[in-house]
């Protein structure tokens, strides 16, 4: 059975930092993308946002515009795992935060909803003006 194993998450205010981890197998987490998805309060779960992915081998990593340069995604090999730090959060940050695994050997990243195949259990983030 494969799991994401997500930790981190919390309260903070407009401004804060937070930091996610994804943690998974060995094999879901090699040569794979690997991305973190925000469900914003009140929207569906497959209307999730994708904020940042990344391509396990050669570090290519893909953001939203509206995250760019506050959000950081970046992995660690020997834990098998995958963090999201964001930085200058802001209330429109609040929500559930999943981190998603695509098929390993499918290939190619990205922030589509669609590729991913494996998901963690979600993590709430909260964020006051």
């Known amino acids: 059975q494969v799991q994401l194993v997500q930790s981190g998450g919390g309260s903070v205010q407009a401004g804060g930092s937070l930091r996610l981890a994804c943690t998974t197998s060995?094999?879901?987490?090699?040569?794979?993308?690997m991305a973190w998805f925000h469900q914003a309060p009140g929207k569906k779960r497959e209307d999730s946002e994708g904020?940042?992915?990344?391509?396990?081998?050669?570090?290519?990593?893909y953001y939203h515009g509206s995250v760019k340069g506050r959000f950081t995604i970046s992995q660690e090999n020997a834990k098998n795992t995958v963090y999201l730090q964001m930085n200058s959060l802001t209330p429109e940050d609040t929500g559930m935060y999943f981190c998603?695994?695509?098929?390993?050997?499918?290939?190619?990243?990205?922030?589509?909803?669609?590729?991913?195949?494996?998901w963690g259990q979600g993590t709430q983030v909260n964020v006051s003006s």
């Open positions: 060995e094999y879901i987490y090699t040569k794979n993308c």
């Open positions: 904020v940042a992915a990344i391509y396990t081998v050669g570090d290519f990593t």
């Open positions: 998603a695994a695509d098929r390993p050997g499918d290939g190619g990243c990205g922030l589509n909803y669609w590729r991913f195949d494996y």
